[in-house]
């Protein structure tokens, strides 16, 4: 289990069988749930911590990493963005605190800050709400708790998956513009990033030039991913000479380095000719 894809600051992780998730510099942006899931007691499909995308197969989930990678920002706090002063979000606003558009609120608060608050603020709800079954009250309250406890779950499995260091990290980082708009920073100082490879072009490259080969082990894969050579965070372009079709394996050595761009290229040189 570990990272299987890379994208400029952007990760495809898998988490277990059929299950991976889309980070952005290390905090969770999405979670991905393939055919291949078989669901024990735990079903990640309605996992709260995160947005969850089901599709069918494994090229698909690569496909998803890149429409995260080319469509902008990823949320202040992933898949927990939810919170916050965001659209859509639980606003917690005291009388009295000062909190207006554009100061200081929850939204500021590292992830462990906004836990909790979330525990507390939901505890003091729900005990306020009598307990009352059909009271609004009780149920906001108990949507507070619940996402506090999500956040805690995450930390969890940072520290099972990453260490406690990383768990620590997510806990005490307070995402800024700066490193939200990384991505963007990136791109305004270096070449435009190249779009998704086209699946008219893929399918041109595998089934026409590759003849449903690994271009690179030359043995047969049903399951083709198009590597660029130059990467498409440099403007790599999706043109032929920098495409070829290689089978996971070959790919993930290619994303890894185990197989240099240069030998990509000479493999290119002499498909072509």
């Known amino acids: ?40 007691i735990y079903d990640e499909r309605f996992d ?13 989930a690569v496909d998803l990493l890149e429409q995260f990678a080319s469509s902008g920002n990823p949320s202040p706090m992933g898949g927990l963005g939810g919170f916050g002063n965001s659209d859509g979000g639980i606003e917690l606003e005291f009388p009295g605190d000062g909190v207006s558009d554009g100061e200081s609120g929850i939204g500021d608060l590292p992830p462990g800050g906004i836990s909790l608050v979330l525990l507390i603020a939901g505890g003091i709800v729900v005990f306020s709400s009598g307990l009352a079954l059909d009271s609004i009250s009780l149920l ?33 980082t307070i995402e800024d513009d700066s490193k939200v708009q ?9 070449p435009e990033k190249t779009p998704p490879t086209p699946q008219s072009l893929k399918d041109e490259l595998y089934f026409e030039r590759a003849g449903q080969q690994c271009e690179w082990c030359n043995n047969r894969t049903d399951q083709p991913e198009v590597h660029h050579i ?19 394996g ?15 290229q000479s493999k290119v040189r002499r498909i072509a000719q």
């Open 1 to 40: 289990m570990g990272v299987v894809r890379r994208d400029g600051d952007w990760r495809l992780e898998k988490l277990e069988n059929g299950v991976y998730a889309i980070t952005f510099d290390n905090a969770l942006e999405a979670k991905v749930v393939t055919s291949d899931y078989d669901p024990g």
């Open 250 to 264: 070959c790919h993930a050595k290619a994303d890894r380095g185990a197989i240099s761009k240069t030998k990509l």
């Open 182 to 190: 990384k991505k963007d920073s990136q791109s305004s100082n270096g």
């Open 48 to 60: 709260i911590t995160a947005p969850v995308h089901e599709v069918d197969s494994f090229q698909d």
């Open 140 to 172: 906001i309250g108990i949507t507070m708790l619940v996402s506090g406890i999500a956040i805690i779950g995450w930390v969890l499995v940072l520290a099972q998956r990453d260490g406690v260091s990383a768990a620590i990290k997510f806990l005490s």
């Open 230 to 248: 130059t990467p498409r965070s440099e403007g790599g372009p999706n043109e032929p000479s920098n495409l070829i079709v290689l089978c996971p």
